[in-house]
């Protein structure tokens, strides 16, 4: 399909393992978001990718909390030393748009499906 | 902190019945907008509204931006079963910033 995909879409991890989480966003979007979603909650930004530009990380919770998109298409989320309450949906969403920060939100974005993680 | 609350948080209701959801906050936002999320996948734009006052209609559901810019309310009307789902509102700001969701259950 022509829709943003991820994967895993599960997966299971022990306290203290390194995780890496793939998006595809669909060909030719600019933008690249990634969210995390605790179960019962709203979504919460982590961080904007421009391209291959990282311009915004303010949402990463923790140093260990790393994301990268080296060519500009796809971009990974990596976790280093999972801790419990890293146990979420991570979400990533593409747009083709490049808004200015304040009109972000006006610009389409396209969710995938998500990656549970489950930190035992 | 911007903040977005929605109300209810949990809603259950037979086929054929009409409901609606609020958003609000204590800030203004320059656009808001409406997504709907089914178990296991991302949520899905239903609109954008960003004009203070503005009214979108999408079928049965009814969109209303407040004059203030500070909420917003979606109105279902005749619910139906493949209405069920999460529903989430998130306010234009430079942090993207989304409600926690009403989880709406439609029974037939």
């Known amino acids: 399909g022509a829709g943003v995909s991820q994967s895993p879409r599960y997966k299971v991890a022990k306290r203290g393992q390194d995780v890496a989480l793939r998006c595809d966003p669909i060909?030719?979007?600019?933008?690249l978001f990634w969210y995390q979603q605790a179960l019962g909650q709203g979504p919460e930004f982590l961080t904007y990718?421009?391209?291959?530009?990282?311009?915004?990380k303010s949402g990463l919770p923790s140093d260990r909390f790393f994301a990268e998109r080296p060519e500009g298409s796809v971009s990974t989320l990596k976790i280093q030393r999972t801790q419990q309450e890293d146990s979420a949906v991570y979400l990533c969403?593409?747009?083709?748009?490049?808004?200015?920060?304040?009109?972000?939100?006006?610009?389409?974005?396209?969710f995938g499906p998500g990656t549970r993680l489950t930190v035992t | 902190t911007q903040l977005l609350e929605q109300s209810p948080q949990f809603l259950s209701i037979q086929e054929g019945e009409n409901l609606t959801v609020y958003c609000n906050s204590s800030s203004v936002f320059s656009s808001l907008q409406w997504y709907r999320q089914e178990p296991g996948e991302g949520p899905v734009l239903l609109v954008t509204?960003?004009?203070?006052?503005e009214v979108k209609k999408l079928k049965r559901l009814t969109f209303q931006f407040g004059d203030a810019r500070k909420d917003s309310s979606l109105h279902i009307t005749a619910a139906q079963t493949g209405d069920t789902g999460l529903y989430l509102c998130?306010?234009?700001?430079?942090?993207?910033?989304f409600g926690k969701g009403m989880k709406l259950t439609v029974n037939p």
């Open positions: 969403a593409s747009s083709y748009s490049v808004p200015r920060i304040r009109d972000r939100v006006r610009y389409e974005q396209y």
């Open positions: 060909s030719g979007h600019v933008s």
């Open positions: 509204v960003v004009t203070g006052g």
């Open positions: 990718f421009q391209n291959e530009a990282q311009l915004d």
């Open positions: 998130r306010g234009g700001s430079e942090k993207l910033v």
